[in-house]
C-alpha cells in the first residue's frame, strides 16, 4: 500500500461512519414522521406550509443525533473506534439550497416550527447542485458546482407516490359560456415528484416535513424519434424536464428575468399547491373550508404565483366561484418582504407569463381590475395612485410586479426587522399602508439556538447549563440568567465563558493554518465579517479600517497596539463585478500586510474560502467582534448578528436591521454603535453627498484611498482598482466616506475595551444574556399567533 492510499482508507472509514450512524437514526425518525403526520391529520387543526425557493440547511447529523438524545453515544462510539466526532460529522456534505439569509432563516423557521409542535411542511425545490462552491485563485473568485447528492442523501425519503403533473405554455379555452372558468391546455408538461426530508424537533417526538419537489418528464423518452435514430431529439423531453432541477440560482442581488427560474417558481408554487389540496380533500372531503385549514406563507415574492395558481385550481379544476375562491385565497395567504433594494425587487415581463402562463395572467388581469376598482372608489381621481400599486407596470416593456400581488392577495404582509418594517410602510409600500394600514407589520427575525449555540458551541453549552440549567435551547429568555441580582456578572462566569472562547479560537486557528498556511494567534482580538459579499454590506468600509491600521501600524510599531485578527469570508454573485473586485482587495491587502515584518502579530487579515452554514459553525463561536456594518436603512435584518452575539462576540454596527433591537435588549452601551442614522443617510442623499469632501478633509481616509489608488496593494497592476476608488470618490452609494471617521473612533473604542480582558468578558456576558429575545421560536411564536392563526402543540 502506498502513503497516498492512507487518507483514502482514513476517508472512506469517515465516511461509512457517517453513513451508518446516518442510517441508524433514519428509522427512529421516520417512525416519529409518521406519528406526527398521522396526529396532525386527525387533530384537523390548521396547519402552515411554508415556500421557499431557498432552504439553507447545511448539514444534518449532529442535529439528528441531538434531536434523538443520541449525541452522547455517538461521541463515545466515535472515540472508542478511534475517531474524532467531529472529523465524523465533518464527512456530510451540506445542504446548501439557499443563497444566504433568506434561505437559513427557512431553515431555522423548520426547526422551530418543529420544535413548538406547530402542523407544518416546508416546500422548496430539490436541486441537484446547491450554492455554488467558492475557490480562490491569485486571489480572485472561482465558481465551481456543489455536487452535493454525489453520494445521495441519507436524510431523504423519496416519494414517487406523491407526484402532480405541472403545465407550461400553451393556450386558454373558454369552459361553457358565461362562467367564469376557464380551461388552461399546456404545451409541455412536468410531473414533479416529493422528495421529503425529515425535520426533527427537540425536546418532543415530533418530525416534521421538508417536501422537495424533482422535475421529470412526463414523456421520458420519444420512441418515433428514437426509431429513426434521432437519439438526441428523443432525449428532448427528459432534458427539458430535468433542467429544472439543475441548479439554485446564486445569485442574491439582482432579478435574474430568466425562463428558466420562471419555470422553478411555478414549479414550486404548482405542485405544492396541488400537494395541499389533495391532502385537504382527503381529510376533509370537501374544499368548503379550506382557508380555514391552510396557511400559505410566501418566503419573499419567489412563490407569489401561488396567488394566480390557487385561484385558478380553485376556479378551474374545483369549479368554485370567483368569490369563494377568492376568501380562500386571501385566508391562506402571507407574505414576508426581505429586502428594501429596489433591484431585488421581483417583475416579470407580461411577454414571459403570457407564453408561460397565459391562464395565470389571466387571473392577474382580473385581480388587477377588481383591486383597482376598489382603490378608485377609496380614492377617487387619483390616478396617479392606481399608476403606482397596479400589478402591471406600464412603463416600458409591461412588467408583472409580484410584491404588488402578494400584498393584494396576502391577509398580512410582514417585514423582518422593527426598523425595515417601519420602513417597508414609508418607502417601498407606502401606497399600500395607506390602503390597508392593518394589513402591515413586523416580525423580528431569530435563529435557531440549537444549532447556533448548543451544537456549534457545546464549550459554551457546557457553562450555560451548568450555569442555568439545561433547558435555555429551548427556553432562550433563561439566558436573562446569566446576569445575577444587583445587576452583577459573577467573575467565575465570565472565567468560564473566556475559557470556552479561548479554546473555540484555537480550533479556528488551526483552521486557518490548515486552510491557508497563516499562523494566527488565539491571543488576539478576532474581528470577523462573514456574509454575502455586497457594496451596501460594506465589507469594503472593513478592508479601509484595516489598511488605515496597517499604515499607522508601520508608522509607528513601537505602540502599544492591540494585537487584531481580521476575518472575512463570504460569496459574491458571480456576475457582480463590484463584489468579486472586493474580494480581491482583501487578498491583495492581506498578502501585503501578512508578510510585512514590522507588522508579526500585531495584524493579521485572512479570508476563508468557501463560506457555508458549515464553516459559519465554526467560526462565530471562536469570534471576539461581530461586524455589523451596513449602511443604515439598509439591512432588512440580518442573522448573523444574533449567531455572534449568541455565541459571546461584541458587535461593532450600525443603527440598522436587527442591530437596533439587538442594542436594545442587551443595552447599547455594550454595543460598539457608530455611524449615520438611516434617515441622516436619506437627508444627506436628498441634499446631494459629495464623498470628496471627506476625502479631502480626513488625511487618514485619503491616505487608504491613495494607496488604494496608487496600485500599493496591486504592483502588478496598478489601475485595478481604478474603478472601485473612482466609484467611491464620485458616488459612494453607501456612504463610506461619511462613516469613515465614525467607524475608527468605534474601532479604538473596541481596542480599549479589549485591553481589560476582566470586563471584555463581562459585556461578552451581558450581550449574551440579552439575546433571550433572538430564538426563532419566540418568530415563529409571533406568526403562529398573529399571522397563521395555527396552534402549538408543544409536548
Ligand atoms: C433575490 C433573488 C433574485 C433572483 C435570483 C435569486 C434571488 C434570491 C434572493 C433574493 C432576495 C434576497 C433577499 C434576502 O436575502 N434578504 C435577507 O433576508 C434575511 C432574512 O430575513 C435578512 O436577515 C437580511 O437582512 C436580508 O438581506
Same mark, same amino acid.
Given at each position: 500500500m502506498s502513503n497516498k492510499d492512507v487518507p483514502t482508507q482514513q476517508f472512506n472509514s469517515l465516511e461509512s461512519w457517517m453513513r451508518a450512524c446516518a442510517d441508524a437514526c433514519r428509522p427512529e425518525l421516520a417512525q416519529r414522521w409518521h406519528e406526527t403526520q398521522a396526529q396532525d391529520a386527525r387533530s384537523g387543526q390548521r396547519r402552515v406550509h411554508y415556500l421557499s425557493m431557498e432552504f439553507l440547511m447545511g448539514r444534518a447529523l449532529r442535529n439528528a443525533l441531538d434531536a434523538l438524545n443520541l449525541s452522547g453515544d455517538f461521541d463515545a462510539a466515535a472515540r472508542k473506534a478511534g475517531h474524532e466526532g467531529s472529523a465524523v460529522l465533518d464527512r456530510e456534505a451540506d445542504a446548501a439550497l439557499g443563497n444566504g439569509g433568506l434561505g437559513r432563516l427557512a431553515a431555522c423557521f423548520l426547526d422551530s416550527m418543529a420544535t413548538l409542535g406547530l402542523p407544518s411542511f416546508g416546500y422548496g425545490l430539490r436541486y441537484e447542485y446547491g450554492m455554488f462552491q467558492q475557490r480562490i485563485q491569485d486571489g480572485a473568485q472561482i465558481e465551481q458546482p456543489d455536487d452535493w447528492l454525489r453520494a445521495g442523501s441519507p436524510w431523504e425519503f423519496a416519494r414517487p407516490e406523491i407526484r402532480y403533473t405541472v403545465g407550461f405554455g400553451g393556450r386558454v379555452e373558454a369552459? @361553457?359560456? @358565461? +362562467?367564469m372558468a376557464r380551461r388552461w391546455v399546456p404545451a409541455e408538461t412536468v410531473r414533479a415528484t416529493a422528495h421529503d426530508m425529515v425535520i426533527p424537533g427537540h425536546g418532543t417526538r415530533r418530525v416534521s416535513t421538508l417536501r422537495l419537489w424533482k422535475a421529470s418528464s412526463t414523456m421520458p423518452l420519444d420512441y418515433a424519434s428514437f426509431s429513426r435514430g434521432e437519439h438526441a431529439g428523443a432525449a428532448q423531453q427528459r432534458l427539458q424536464a430535468e433542467r429544472l432541477n439543475w441548479v439554485l440560482y446564486p445569485d442574491d442581488s439582482t432579478q435574474a428575468g430568466r425562463d428558466l427560474r420562471l419555470r422553478q417558481e411555478f414549479l414550486l408554487v404548482s405542485a405544492s399547491l396541488q400537494d395541499m389540496i389533495a391532502r385537504h380533500l382527503a381529510e376533509h372531503r370537501t374544499l368548503d373550508r379550506l382557508g380555514d385549514h391552510i396557511a400559505v406563507h410566501l418566503n419573499d415574492t419567489h412563490p407569489a404565483l401561488s396567488a394566480a395558481e390557487l385561484m385558478r385550481l380553485l376556479l378551474d379544476e374545483h369549479g368554485l366561484s370567483w368569490d369563494e375562491a377568492y376568501a380562500h385565497a386571501h385566508k391562506a395567504l402571507s407574505y414576508t418582504n426581505h429586502t428594501l433594494m429596489p433591484e431585488a425587487l421581483e417583475t416579470w415581463p407580461v411577454r414571459m407569463l403570457e407564453e408561460l402562463l397565459p391562464r395565470h395572467l389571466e387571473i392577474i388581469y382580473e385581480i388587477n381590475a377588481r383591486f383597482l376598482a376598489e382603490v378608485a372608489a377609496k380614492f377617487p381621481g387619483d390616478a396617479e395612485l392606481l399608476r403606482r400599486v +397596479?400589478?402591471?407596470?406600464?412603463?416600458?416593456e409591461r412588467r408583472a410586479r409580484m410584491a404588488n400581488l402578494s400584498i393584494v392577495m396576502s391577509h398580512y404582509v410582514n417585514g423582518v426587522s422593527a426598523l425595515h418594517s417601519d420602513l417597508m410602510v414609508e418607502t417601498i409600500f407606502a401606497d399600500f399602508a395607506r390602503i390597508w394600514p392593518e394589513r402591515f407589520g413586523n416580525v423580528t427575525n431569530g435563529v435557531t439556538p440549537r444549532r447556533w449555540l448548543a451544537q456549534c458551541n457545546p464549550a459554551l453549552g457546557a457553562v450555560l447549563d451548568k450555569q442555568l440549567g439545561d433547558q435555555w435551547p429551548t427556553r432562550l429568555d433563561d439566558l436573562g440568567g446569566l446576569v445575577g441580582k444587583g445587576n452583577k456578572v459573577s467573575p467565575t462566569l465570565i472565567k468560564a465563558v473566556q475559557a470556552a472562547k479561548r479554546s473555540n479560537k484555537e480550533r479556528l486557528a488551526e483552521l486557518i493554518r490548515r486552510e491557508l498556511g497563516i499562523s494566527v494567534s488565539p491571543d488576539s482580538l478576532f474581528d470577523v465579517q462573514v456574509k454575502r459579499i455586497h457594496e451596501y454590506k460594506r465589507q469594503l468600509l472593513n478592508v479601509l479600517h484595516v489598511i488605515s491600521r496597517y499604515q499607522a501600524i508601520v508608522a509607528n510599531p513601537q505602540a502599544e497596539w492591540v494585537p487584531r485578527t481580521v476575518i472575512f469570508a463570504g460569496k459574491a454573485a458571480s456576475a457582480y463585478v463590484a463584489a468579486k473586485s472586493i474580494i480581491r482587495l482583501i487578498h491583495d491587502v492581506a498578502r501585503v500586510v501578512n508578510s510585512d515584518p514590522r507588522v508579526g502579530d500585531k495584524l493579521k487579515l485572512v479570508f476563508l474560502p468557501n463560506y457555508s452554514v458549515s464553516l459559519a459553525e465554526v467560526i462565530m463561536p471562536a469570534a471576539d467582534l461581530s461586524e455589523q456594518i451596513s449602511t443604515a436603512g439598509t439591512e432588512a435584518s440580518g442573522t448573523g448578528n444574533m449567531k455572534f452575539a449568541l455565541n459571546g462576540a461584541l458587535t461593532i454596527g450600525t443603527w440598522d436591521g436587527a442591530n437596533i433591537e439587538m442594542a436594545e435588549n442587551v443595552g447599547r452601551e455594550h454595543f460598539f454603535i457608530f455611524g449615520l442614522l438611516a434617515d441622516e443617510v436619506q437627508r444627506m442623499k436628498n441634499l446631494g453627498y459629495d464623498p470628496r469632501l471627506y476625502y479631502e478633509e480626513n488625511a487618514r481616509l485619503r491616505a487608504v484611498i491613495d494607496a488604494i489608488g496608487s496600485g500599493q496593494f496591486s504592483p502588478g497592476e496598478t489601475d485595478r482598482y481604478r474603478a472601485l476608488v473612482e466609484s467611491l470618490m464620485n458616488r459612494d452609494q453607501y456612504m463610506l466616506f461619511a462613516d469613515f471617521a465614525a467607524y475608527c473612533d468605534a474601532q479604538a473604542r473596541v481596542d480599549e475595551l479589549f485591553r481589560q480582558p476582566a470586563l471584555w468578558g463581562e459585556t461578552a456576558v451581558r450581550n449574551i444574556a440579552g439575546m433571550g429575545f433572538f430564538s426563532s421560536d419566540r418568530t415563529i411564536r409571533e406568526y403562529a399567533e398573529r399571522i397563521w392563526r395555527a396552534p402549538l402543540n408543544r409536548a
Open positions: 369552459d @361553457g359560456p @358565461g +362562467s +397596479s400589478l402591471i407596470d406600464e412603463q416600458g
